[in-house]
């Protein structure tokens, strides 16, 4: 059973462009976490979704940040615009329960906006 | 929304020598707790949870954690280290039936040979 799989693990954009960062979770897993890691910081939460929903964006930026999980295919976080503040490491999780039980991480994705 | 502090940010050990982490998380309501450990050049595994029962929990390779809820702590233990467990270490907590995990700052555990 392949864990979670996070695609590209390093991503260059310069300011202004768009990032897309993507996430398969582990077969049989429906729920998706994203998490934002800054340096010296700890995970911060971003937004959690089922397929074809949206369940919690309390942790998303109001403007330039989406994110999706479809029917098919792999979740995808879509930053627009991008700035220089969001350089970090982006973590995809998934559960196969939910809400508040243990998660499963992906490698990660370090987006460096130059 | 629930908090959490992590008081170390690097520990350096010598192997053979005994480990604890400290964990304080702040919420008032009934919570779920987690350690995970990040191995250089790795992703995050979890080495060990508690959602509810006997408060020492037993993880993988050793680990250990106790919940104390009078004191909102969830330190992690080993008895003796080794330097394969060199890594970050992250302690995370979800308040019960709610979707927002949140983490510690980590703290960085290097065990010299």
């Known amino acids: 059973n392949a864990g979670v799989m996070q695609n590209p693990r390093h991503l260059v954009r310069r300011r202004g462009q768009e990032a897309r960062l993507r996430c398969s979770p582990m077969k049989g897993h429906s729920h998706v976490y994203w998490y934002r890691q800054l340096p010296e910081e700890g995970l911060k939460f971003m937004v959690y979704l089922q397929k074809e929903n949206i369940i919690d964006e309390s942790g998303m930026p109001k403007e330039r940040f989406s994110a999706e999980f479809p029917k098919e295919g792999p979740s995808i976080l879509r930053i627009q615009q991008v700035v220089r503040g969001d350089s970090a490491a982006y973590f995809c999780?998934?559960?196969?329960?939910?809400?508040?039980?243990?998660?499963?991480f992906g490698p990660g994705t370090r987006l460096t906006v130059t | 929304a629930q908090s959490v502090s992590q008081h170390n940010h690097h520990v350096i050990l010598s192997e053979a020598a005994s480990l604890e982490l400290g964990c304080n998380y702040s919420?008032?309501?009934?919570?779920?707790l987690f350690w995970y450990v990040q191995y250089p050049g790795q992703h995050l595994q979890l080495l060990l949870k508690?959602?509810?029962?006997?408060?020492l929990v037993k993880g993988i390779k050793g680990f250990e954690a106790e919940f104390i809820k009078s004191k909102f702590s969830f330190n992690l233990r080993k008895p003796s280290v080794q330097w394969s467990d060199t890594a970050e270490y992250f302690c995370?907590?979800?308040?019960?039936?709610?979707?927002?995990?949140?983490f510690g700052a980590g703290t960085r555990l290097t065990v010299k040979p």
């Open positions: 919420y008032g309501g009934t919570v779920n």
């Open positions: 508690y959602f509810s029962g006997d408060p």
């Open positions: 999780a998934s559960s196969p329960y939910g809400g508040d039980r243990e998660q499963y």
């Open positions: 995370a907590v979800n308040a019960r039936n709610n979707n927002d995990m949140r």
